[in-house]
């Protein structure tokens, strides 16, 4: 995680923003990665790409630097048609998102008290 990403939201409308921006994150993120993985079992690339390209803007705005980067990576791959390489970065891509839900859970936490 990028501690400064949040500190810009902090800076902009506080801990409110904050919180808020991680918990729209918490809801719709779930929501990307199935249509990703739907898109992936279905070998559709425009579809991986739009999931992966919603992931990897969110995951910028909260600093989820890893997840960002997966995304993009799987976005670049799916622009490329390359159908094997979209499928093997579906795992990396929900890796990636379990370790910032977890870091993203904390920090939420910590701005709650």
Request: proline share 2%; glycine share 6%; aromatic share 2%.
């Amino acid at each position: 995680m990028d501690p400064e990403a949040l500190q810009r939201l902090r800076r902009l409308g506080g801990d409110d923003l904050v919180r808020r921006m991680i918990e729209v994150f918490l809801e719709d993120a779930p929501k990307r990665l199935v249509a990703a993985r739907r898109a992936v079992e279905m070998d559709d690339l425009d579809g991986a790409r739009r999931a992966s390209h919603s992931l990897k803007s969110a995951a910028g705005i909260l600093g989820a630097r890893e997840l960002q980067t997966a995304a993009e990576r799987m976005e670049a791959w799916a622009d490329a048609s390359d159908v094997e390489q979209v499928r093997g970065m579906m795992h990396e891509l929900e890796t990636m998102f379990t370790v910032a839900r977890a870091e993203l859970e904390a920090q939420q936490r910590r701005v709650a008290e």
